[in-house]
């Protein structure tokens, strides 16, 4: 009788036990495929995308070099002088990893804060007049960038734009890319300060007066073109663009701005 009773207890434990082994078998696999999975998603913020069709393993950089990186992409400067600088966008705009070693401190401020380019002629491109748009600490982040080589940093790629959505939504993306939003604000709204200037702020893009102004989409597209009050800093300037920006992506930028208000 004890060993009949012995056996029914060891065969009703028998099946929690191979239970709670399966449950342990399945919990180590979750787990294990967790670990993989987040050390796979880890390995992809190490690089970044240091322009269309090339990768650029990151750098660890001070706060400072980081910063700069970052106020790099959001004033468009990466449009016109490459991605980390890299030159190639157009003849007439050189790249800058050399510059870090060749301008001092006080040069590399004064170009930024004043523009460069050759203001006469808008088929050239002509770098901005940020002035009174870019504050003394995203100056001296941007030098500090430069002079330490334009590293590659994570999370610093310009806002993609969108494929096949129509023309208005590529011009929004490009509205952000080419730096358009840090003068003429979101949704082209304006009323960014320039003390300088007759107005004393930049104008929007939108409403009634733009409207009235730039009536059709050959005028737009001009003023995108050639920029207006260039090399008269410290007056805030837009840029010569010089033919960087396509015929094609300025007709989207009129078909975004078209939209607004």
Known sequence: MADEERSRREAGILPVVIGAGIALAIAVGAVAYAAGHYRERTKTVTTQAAG???????????????????????????????????????????????????????????????????????????????????????????VAYIRAGLPAVADTQPVSVPQGQGAAVAGAALYVRYGCINCHGPNGLGGVPNPLSPDKSIPSLSGGDFRGEFNTDAKIAAVIRSGSVIGRAPIVSMPHWGGIPSNQQIAEMVAYLKTLK
């Open 52 to 142: 269309p069709l090339t990768t650029a393993t990151t750098s660890k950089v001070s706060p400072q070099v980081a910063a700069g990186a970052h106020t790099f992409v959001l004033f468009a400067c990466a449009q016109c002088h490459g991605p980390q600088g890299s030159g190639g966008v157009d003849p007439a705009v050189p790249g800058l990893k050399t510059v870090g070693s060749s301008l001092t401190v006080a040069q590399l401020t004064h170009i930024i804060d004043h523009g460069l380019g050759e203001s006469a002629n808008p088929k050239q491109p002509y770098m901005p007049v940020w002035g009174a748009v870019i504050s003394k600490t995203q100056v001296s982040d941007l």
